[in-house]
């Protein structure tokens, strides 16, 4: 991050092209976006539709899971300078600055660790819930089966000690 700082602080924010602006504005849209200006390209004047469909086929923007394939630092200085991390001018408070925010990310990775670890607990506890409840469903269906098991040998030898009796 401190190196993305100090060379956007070489830079004039005027000094990138339209070129490079306009990739990154379409990597921030995705892959619908380059399609799409690709597809207008042939429809105004077809050399354009071609000559984009060459680019996003030599960049492999055309068969990436996304249109972002790899960041040099200039796309970093671009996103840096987008989301306010440029350097105030003061290299104790950029310091201060960069550091509070490598904490900060720091934490947020930690939190979401946590909040990972929270939701397999409650995911463990539902599904140990769960595995109770058809255990104690399966043990009270056998209990069922072995009472009328228990009434039909019942029966049974009633009905066993009755036919000699009659005969």
Not at 76 to 85: I, S, V
Not at 110 to 137: G, I, N, S, V, Y
């Amino acid at each position: 991050m401190t190196v993305a700082l100090n060379l956007e602080a070489r830079k004039s924010p005027g000094a990138e092209g339209w070129f490079r602006r306009a990739e990154s504005w379409l990597d921030d849209r995705g892959k619908g976006a380059w399609i799409a200006v690709m597809v207008l390209g042939f429809v105004f004047f077809w050399p354009v539709g071609l000559a984009l469909l060459a680019y996003m086929i030599w960049s492999k923007r055309m068969f990436s899971k996304d249109s972002s394939h790899s960041r040099s630092a200039h796309d970093t200085e671009w996103t840096n300078r987008r989301h306010g991390f440029r350097p105030s001018g003061n290299s104790a408070f950029d310091a201060y600055k960069a550091d509070t925010l490598k904490r900060l990310m720091d934490e947020q990775e930690q939190f979401e660790t946590f909040l990972e670890r929270l939701r397999a607990a409650k995911d463990q506890q539902e599904f140990d819930a769960f595995m109770d409840e058809r255990a104690e469903t399966a043990r009270k269906a056998r209990a069922q089966r072995a009472e009328a098991a228990d009434e039909a040998d019942e029966d049974g030898d009633a009905a066993d000690h009755d036919a000699p009796a009659k005969a």
